[in-house]
């Protein structure tokens, strides 16, 4: 491919590897393209964010396509995924150490289906409080962090398909097809919960944004190839 399709507009399908942030991909990319066609400005953008902890597919869009971005972003998600039950964390996931433990004895496949059927459908969520939120013009984590008490509004959120395997307890491994704005991690503590136990998320990997696959993903390390074999 041109180099100056990056500027004209170019879509990326990047496996974000673990640990880092979706905004890492993004400076990371924007970075080689810059240098690949010596210019001081391109816009790059992403369209729905992952959390640090989470892997899998994430959607880049370069130049004009930027303005595919809202569009993208409202796309259906899939992600697969472990929860264990029997612990909690603050953040919901392993970001925080574990707070507290519940019991999981009583907790039979029959059970565990009868919740996974009352996730289906749309419904109301509510945000985790480590999360990327805006309150008041800060970010929700930045209040969590200091230990400060915030209320986050909940969202309106649909569950379209939701599969769990019960093999490996108490580990629950799953996916999960879902609407814009779902959090997966709230999703774990909400089941957790309705379980009468407790629920973290403990790895997530997004395989699907709308109808982009995480099977014709790049690694960063492959896009960066591409971007500097890639014609002037």
């Known amino acids: 491919m041109k180099a100056t399709q990056f500027q004209e507009g170019h879509m990326l399908l990047i496996d974000k ?5 979706s905004f890492d991909v993004v ?19 992403h369209a729905g964010t992952l959390d640090p902890l989470a ?4 959607v880049l869009c370069t130049g004009k396509f930027t303005k595919k971005i809202e569009g993208l972003t409202a796309d259906h998600k899939t992600y697969t995924g472990t ?28 059970l565990i289906d009868e919740v996974r059927q009352s996730f289906l459908g749309k419904q109301l969520q509510t945000p985790p409080i480590f999360s990327a939120k805006q309150i ?6 930045e209040f969590a962090r200091k230990g400060e008490t915030v209320e986050l509004k909940q ?10 395997d019960t093999s490996a307890l108490p ?9 814009k704005g779902t959090y997966i991690r709230s999703i774990a503590a909400d089941f957790g919960k309705a379980l009468e136990s407790g629920g973290t998320l403990i790895e997530l990997r997004r ?26």
């Open 27 to 45: 400076n990371k990319l924007r970075w080689q393209i810059k240098n690949k066609l010596q210019v001081k400005k391109i816009k790059v953008g």
């Open 83 to 110: 929860v264990l039950l029997g612990k909690t964390t603050p953040s919901y996931d392993l970001e925080t150490e574990y707070d507290a433990e519940f019991p999981t004895q009583h907790i039979t496949e029959d």
């Open 17 to 21: 590897p673990l640990t880092w942030t």
């Open 136 to 141: 008041d013009g800060k970010r929700a984590y």
């Open 55 to 58: 892997t899998g597919l994430l």
């Open 155 to 164: 969202n309106a959120i649909e569950v379209f398909d939701f599969t769990v």
């Open 171 to 179: 580990e629950l491994h799953f996916s999960i097809k879902c609407s």
């Open 207 to 232: 395989t699907a944004s709308g109808d982009f696959d995480i099977a014709d993903a790049l690694t960063v390390e492959e896009a960066i190839k591409m971007i500097q074999e890639s014609e002037i």
